[in-house]
């Protein structure tokens, strides 16, 4: 056996220590904690499963096809409205958009009033497990309590229309799992997994006492808990991309600069080497996807686009030559509406909130920037962390960056232009079909809107203007009887 510095002392003198007193001791009592850890788990996995399943089932049967007839159509890429034709729903897939004149037999008829129907919407950064509930309860509480609190915040989600999210931090694979078996009711999920971070980075969640650390501590409750992963050096920025990718992570999220909710980084500091961010892109890349990553500054986003990273995350601090760098590079840009105000992530000091002005203000900078140059790989994202109060405001959120962009330009950046982000995990694709587009083929993942949200975009912010959701081919909402 080999024995950590920890335990030094039972191997002096002692040849083999496997049977010192000492050791036998020591194993008893872990053989000991983890047969309780096993019956504990059961217990809970029990309690999880007979929670799921008290879900309600929404969905229709699936054996009939469904025709959205005497609708006008956003398909997710046009400008304007397409007329003229009803969509055709067979199983999973939208089989066709058919003339208004031709006759399907054996089809459920949904009349839609002259509705407009429109792909459903992506978040492109969102947190599954952390949105919904108070940092100090998800730092103290126990794991399967958060997990619970996720998936009753997982069904709201997509009864708010989104229904697909890009989680970009925290342990979502059991959540994923249990919405597509049609255990727990929510959006699709694309999982990073626990978020990289570099010791003192911004996913550090240890508590001052916790530091310094050994190889013999234990993992924080963060890291226990799935939310991040602390790695220094290359090894350990291999090994802990390659445990998320084993988890199932369709994408790795890393983190290369500093944060304003954060306990210890200050929001200019550079995070990870070259080196390092190069270890997690070819770790990814070698599983046939990629990289994402948090980062404000200028400095930070060139230190990530030179090692590989095909994605950033945030980026409000740029300026506008290392823009010009990330649309002549093909680089993805992952923003989120950060204006300051009612829709505001709460923070608890006075240099964070001041740090939280400096990035609205380039928050407003950065959207200019893309209306200038036409930044085309440009996505949005909510990221609402520790904020169950304003959950509530995703849709609102989205249909601010009117600001700046047509009701067409919103629409496409929360379904076409995401949809082609998700796409970049490639092999770790856990979807295998379109989304973010009413197309032939594509995933039947559509909104009825109650009015056309190309005249008014706040019509997303109010999820009762939803007369029909539809998930994967399945209804999960119809108010148009009652």
Same mark, same amino acid.
């Given at each position: 056996?080999?024995?950590?510095?920890?335990?030094?002392?039972?191997?002096?003198?002692?040849?083999?220590?496997?049977?010192?007193?000492?050791?036998?001791?020591?194993?008893?009592?872990?053989?000991?904690?983890?047969?309780?850890?096993? /019956?504990?788990?059961?217990?809970?996995?029990?309690?999880?499963?007979?929670?799921?399943?008290?879900?309600?089932?929404?969905?229709?049967?699936?054996? &009939?096809?469904?025709?959205?007839?005497?609708?006008?159509?956003?398909?997710?890429?046009?400008?304007?409205?397409?007329?003229?034709?009803?969509?055709? %729903? &067979?199983?999973?897939?939208?089989?066709?958009?058919?003339?208004?004149?031709?006759?399907?037999?054996?089809?459920? +008829?949904?009349?839609?009033?002259?509705?407009?129907?429109?792909?459903?919407?992506?978040?492109?950064?969102?947190?599954?497990?952390?949105?919904?509930?108070?940092?100090?309860?998800?730092?103290?509480?126990?794991?399967?309590?958060?997990?619970?609190?996720?998936?009753?915040?997982?069904?709201?989600?997509?009864? &708010?229309?989104?229904?697909? +999210?890009?989680?970009?931090?925290?342990?979502?694979?059991?959540? @994923?799992?249990?919405?597509?078996?049609?255990?727990? +009711?929510?959006?699709?999920?694309?999982?990073?997994?626990?978020?990289?971070?570099?010791?003192?980075?911004?996913?550090?969640?240890?508590?001052?006492?916790?530091?310094?650390?050994?190889?013999?501590?234990?993992?924080?409750?963060?890291?226990?808990?799935?939310?991040?992963?602390?790695?220094?050096? %290359?090894?350990?920025?291999?090994?802990?991309?390659?445990?998320?990718?084993?988890?199932?992570?369709?994408?790795?999220?890393?983190?290369?600069?500093?944060?304003?909710?954060?306990?210890?980084?200050?929001?200019?500091?550079?995070?990870?080497?070259?080196?390092?961010?190069?270890?997690?892109?070819?770790?990814?890349?070698?599983?046939?996807?990629? %990289?994402?990553?948090? /980062?404000?500054?200028? @400095?930070?986003?060139?230190?990530?686009?030179?090692?590989?990273?095909?994605?950033?995350?945030?980026?409000?601090?740029?300026?506008?030559?290392?823009?010009?760098?990330?649309?002549?590079?093909?680089?993805?840009?992952?923003?989120?509406?950060?204006?300051?105000?009612?829709?505001?992530?709460?923070?608890?000091?006075?240099?964070?909130?001041?740090?939280?002005?400096?990035?609205?203000?380039?928050?407003?900078?950065?959207?200019?920037?893309?209306? @200038?140059?036409?930044? $085309?790989?440009?996505?949005?994202?909510?990221?609402?962390?520790?904020?169950?109060?304003?959950?509530?405001?995703?849709?609102?959120?989205?249909?601010?960056?009117? $600001?700046?962009?047509?009701?067409?330009?919103?629409?496409?950046?929360?379904?076409?232009?995401?949809?082609?982000?998700?796409?970049?995990?490639?092999?770790?694709?856990?979807?295998?079909?379109?989304?973010?587009?009413?197309?032939?083929?594509?995933?039947?993942?559509?909104?009825?809107?109650?009015?056309?949200?190309?005249?008014?975009?706040?019509?997303?912010?109010?999820?009762?203007?939803?007369?029909?959701?539809?998930?994967?081919?399945?209804?999960? @909402?119809?108010?148009?009887?009652?």
């Amino acid at each position: 056996m080999r024995a950590g510095s920890k335990y030094q002392h039972l191997v002096h003198h002692a040849g083999c220590p496997c049977h010192t007193p000492e050791v036998i001791r020591l194993n008893e009592r872990l053989m000991q904690g983890v047969n309780r850890r096993s /019956v504990l788990k059961a217990i809970i996995g029990a309690a999880a499963a007979s929670a799921f399943a008290s879900v309600p089932a929404f969905a229709q049967d699936g054996e &009939r096809a469904i025709l959205f007839s005497n609708v006008r159509v956003f398909d997710g890429l046009s400008n304007a409205l397409i007329e003229g034709r009803n969509v055709l %729903v &067979r199983g999973n897939r939208i089989e066709a958009l058919v003339p208004v004149s031709e006759d399907i037999a054996n089809v459920d +008829v949904i009349d839609c009033g002259n509705r407009v129907l429109i792909p459903g919407l992506i978040d492109s950064h969102w947190h599954s497990l952390l949105c919904a509930i108070p940092m100090q309860t998800a730092m103290a509480a126990q794991v399967p309590y958060v997990h619970l609190v996720a998936a009753n915040e997982s069904e709201k989600t997509l009864m &708010r229309g989104f229904t697909t +999210v890009r989680d970009v931090g925290g342990p979502s694979f059991a959540l @994923k799992r249990a919405i597509d078996g049609g255990k727990a +009711v929510g959006p699709r999920i694309y999982p990073s997994g626990a978020m990289i971070s570099q010791t003192s980075g911004h996913g550090d969640f240890r508590m001052e006492y916790e530091i310094p650390a050994s190889d013999q501590s234990n993992l924080s409750h963060a890291e226990e808990a799935g939310i991040s992963s602390i790695a220094n050096g %290359v090894p350990q920025v291999l090994n802990r991309v390659r445990e998320q990718l084993l988890l199932g992570a369709s994408q790795i999220k890393i983190m290369t600069g500093g944060g304003v909710s954060s306990l210890y980084d200050p929001v200019p500091s550079l995070q990870f080497t070259p080196d390092e961010i190069r270890a997690a892109v070819q770790a990814a890349t070698d599983w046939g996807t990629y %990289v994402c990553t948090h /980062v404000y500054t200028a @400095k930070g986003i060139r230190r990530s686009i030179d090692n590989g990273v095909q994605c950033i995350e945030h980026g409000q601090l740029a300026d506008e030559e290392t823009v010009r760098m990330m649309l002549d590079k093909g680089i993805w840009w992952s923003i989120q509406p950060f204006l300051g105000g009612e829709f505001a992530n709460p923070m608890s000091t006075d240099k964070q909130r001041g740090e939280q002005q400096m990035i609205a203000e380039g928050t407003r900078r950065c959207f200019e920037w893309a209306q @200038k140059f036409n930044f $085309e790989r440009m996505v949005w994202g909510t990221d609402i962390l520790f904020n169950p109060a304003k959950t509530e405001t995703q849709g609102a959120q989205l249909a601010r960056l009117s $600001e700046w962009f047509s009701p067409a330009e919103v629409l496409k950046l929360a379904t076409s232009r995401s949809g082609e982000l998700l796409a970049l995990s490639g092999e770790r694709n856990p979807y295998d079909g379109r989304l973010g587009v009413i197309e032939k083929g594509a995933f039947a993942d559509m909104l009825l809107v109650d009015g056309n949200p190309l005249e008014n975009i706040a019509l997303v912010a109010n999820p009762d203007n939803f007369a029909v959701i539809m998930k994967d081919g399945r209804i999960f @909402k119809n108010s148009l009887h009652g």
